[in-house]
């Protein structure tokens, strides 16, 4: 072969491999995010989970460089919303919140025809945010001054205390039922539409105590309309000087956590978690953010997305087995 020929079959080889290339690094995905987040919210706009939501969703915006939109897409229970999460694409730019309800309890309140996600096999768990306590409040002209009055009277008159709830199969209900299932006390289960409802119940005397979230019940409480026994947290909760003990200190073991999770679709790719799941961990250190969680009855509580899976799982499995105890039924 002469060397023109050599040479020309050189040529032609590196111009080949130049023009070759050009596809390959037009094909490279913009590094993420590169464009705005949908963050998902399964309850109306104004409520407790979608102000927690425009908290966190605001800070992430600013941290990530990018618009964070958030969606309320509400209905059966908060599911509407997990079902949409769980039907995107797993790109990083659909998230959205998961609560304790919506990944632990209604999973076993509704038909698999209502309800179009596994909790386990459906959601790449990105981080944990918060925690929210109860408090067991009762009408202020109700005989009991302390929660262990009211146990001890509704082991001596089964079915006759009379107690209010969201609904069936809300977290309210269940909360009640895991102290019956603890205590061995039975009480009357009076179900309402929604806990707003449930409370003016309460307040109205047509019941005599209730489980609702610390947030929700404060205001009540320091007007004086509802009274206090004790609060499903860890810690002691100050109220006007007066201290709501945990109830755990009356009822050994007694745990109820209304958390919350920040969750993307299955096979969400791990460095796109993990950048998440950072920046969230960062925001929940910034003692504007704390503050302003706290004043909505919120609690920061930080977790991995290992460490959320694993609540996911435990409360799962608890929810299940004190439903089927229970026999709630979605109303």
Do not use: C
């Not at 040529?11 to 390959?24: D, K």
């Not at 059966?76 to 790109?91: C, F, M, N």
């Not at 067991?136 to 109700?142: D, E, F, Q, S």
């Not at 791990?270 to 953010?289: A, G, W, Y």
């Amino acid at each position: 072969m002469s060397k023109v020929m050599l040479r020309r079959q050189v040529i032609a080889g590196v111009l080949a491999l130049s023009f070759g290339a050009i596809p390959q690094v037009q094909a490279q995905e913009a590094p993420w995010p590169s464009k705005p987040i949908k963050f998902i919210v399964s309850f109306p706009a104004g409520g407790p989970t979608d102000v927690l939501s425009r908290l966190i969703a605001v800070p992430l915006s600013k941290a990530l460089g990018q618009p964070i939109v958030v969606e309320n897409v509400s209905g059966v229970g908060g599911s509407l919303g997990l079902t949409t999460i769980a039907k995107a694409q797993p790109d990083g730019y659909t998230i959205g919140l998961g609560q304790m309800s919506s990944l632990t309890i209604n999973p076993h309140l509704y038909p698999a025809s209502s309800l179009k996600y596994d909790p386990l096999k459906d959601f790449t768990p990105v981080a944990q945010l918060v925690n929210a306590s109860n408090l067991l409040v009762v009408n202020p002209k109700a005989p009991y001054k302390s929660l262990a009055e009211l146990i001890k009277d509704g082991i001596a008159k089964p079915g006759v205390i009379a107690y209010a709830s969201g609904g069936s199969g809300t977290g309210s209900h269940l909360a009640t039922e895991l102290l019956s299932s603890m205590t061995g006390a039975k009480f009357l289960h009076v179900p309402y539409k929604g806990n707003a409802a449930a409370t003016i119940g309460v307040i109205g005397g047509d019941v005599t105590f209730m489980f609702s979230l610390a947030g929700d019940a404060i205001p009540q409480v320091k007007d004086g309309r509802i009274r206090a026994l004790a609060t499903t947290g860890r810690k002691a909760l100050e109220i006007d000087g007066v201290s709501i003990r945990p109830l755990s200190e009356t009822v050994s073991g007694y745990e109820l956590d209304n958390w919350a999770v920040v969750v993307a679709p299955a096979k969400l790719p791990r460095n796109i978690t993990n950048r998440l799941s950072d920046e969230i961990s960062k925001i929940l250190r910034d003692p504007e953010v704390v503050e302003q969680l706290t004043k909505q009855g919120w609690d920061t509580a930080y977790g991995t997305p290992e460490q959320a899976s694993q609540i996911i799982r435990r409360d799962l499995s608890r929810w299940g087995a004190i439903i089927k105890a229970s026999g709630a039924k979605v109303d």
